[in-house]
């Protein structure tokens, strides 16, 4: 049985920045059931709702959105079962008591009782202040060298996001990269940046392992790149994010650009928002 309050009891926090990773998230047996009854490939190319669109193209990610996993027959009872023990307000609370302090420093009192005390509803489905997503996907296969996502923020509504890698075995690409601002940095994308970053904390695309951070206007990550290989790498993100119905974004991407000091930046987003 899946004990969920222990899911994030083996995550370390990464010093000053809202960041943790964990090289043992599940009992050894835990995750070689999870693993061995990941949903196949084509069961979760069949649920995304790009595929259709764009076919399947090289070292790109598709999933499962949780608005169509709850009617799925397909997946195992185990991962029904994992998702029924950490959905909605559950995960919210494991990630606020792990993030506390931080979710207190970045965005204060009011923030932190609105995320504390608000109904969570499921992504897609449900009208609530705060959603929840769980997201079962792939990293498609690939023939040459590439990165599914270079240095970036995300969606500045989402809270939390937690990733946890299911591989048959350990892999010599590096996955996740967790990355600090040291200088001038540009944006090019949506919410793609590039410039002057440090790592600061790698975690292998491996076995059992998994990250999560809050997300605020210092979460810079990155995919590193993956070499050439016909298998697709299995993660799950699992996330909290704020409904625009009921409140605005947790802070302003041309703040990230605008301010020189991440610190007069700090006090004024959050000064405007709340």
């Known amino acids: 049985m899946f004990e969920y309050r222990s899911l994030l009891s083996n995550f370390v926090k990464v010093p000053s920045l809202p960041f943790a990773y964990s090289t043992n998230v599940f009992s050894d047996d835990m995750f070689r059931d999870l ?64 993030f506390a302090d931080e979710v207190l420093s970045y965005y204060g009192r009011a923030f932190f009782d609105f995320l504390c005390q608000s109904e969570v509803g499921l992504r897609g489905v449900d009208d609530t202040p705060l959603l929840f997503d769980f997201q079962i996907g792939v990293n498609s296969p690939c023939t040459i060298e590439s990165s599914v996502r270079g240095t970036h923020l995300d969606n500045p509504l989402e809270v939390f996001a937690l990733l946890l890698y299911f591989p048959e075995r350990a892999c010599d690409d590096a996955g996740l990269a967790i990355e600090r601002r040291v200088g001038a940095i540009e944006k090019y994308g949506k919410f793609e940046f590039s410039g002057e970053f440090e790592t600061v904390q790698e975690l292998p695309y491996a076995p059992n392992h998994g990250a999560i951070f809050l997300n605020t206007f210092q979460s810079f990550h990155s995919v590193r790149p993956r070499a050439p290989s016909p298998i697709s ?32 930046a700090l006090r004024r987003i959050c000064k405007s928002i709340f």
């Not at 009872?77 to 559950?90: H, M, N, P, Q």
């Not at 799950?236 to 007069?264: H, M």
């Open 35 to 98: 693993q061995r009854n990941y949903p196949s490939d084509e069961l979760i190319y069949s649920y995304d709702r790009n595929f259709p669109v764009t076919g399947l193209r090289e070292n790109s990610r598709y999933q499962i959105p949780v608005r169509e996993l709850i009617s799925i027959t397909a997946i195992d009872d185990l991962w029904l079962e994992f998702f029924s023990k950490i959905r909605g307000a559950v995960f919210r609370d494991l990630a606020t008591q792990l």
């Open 233 to 264: 790498r299995k993660l799950l993100n699992v996330i909290i994010e704020i409904n625009p119905r009921y409140r605005g974004p947790l802070f302003n991407l041309s703040d990230v650009l605008q301010e020189g000091s991440v610190t007069r």
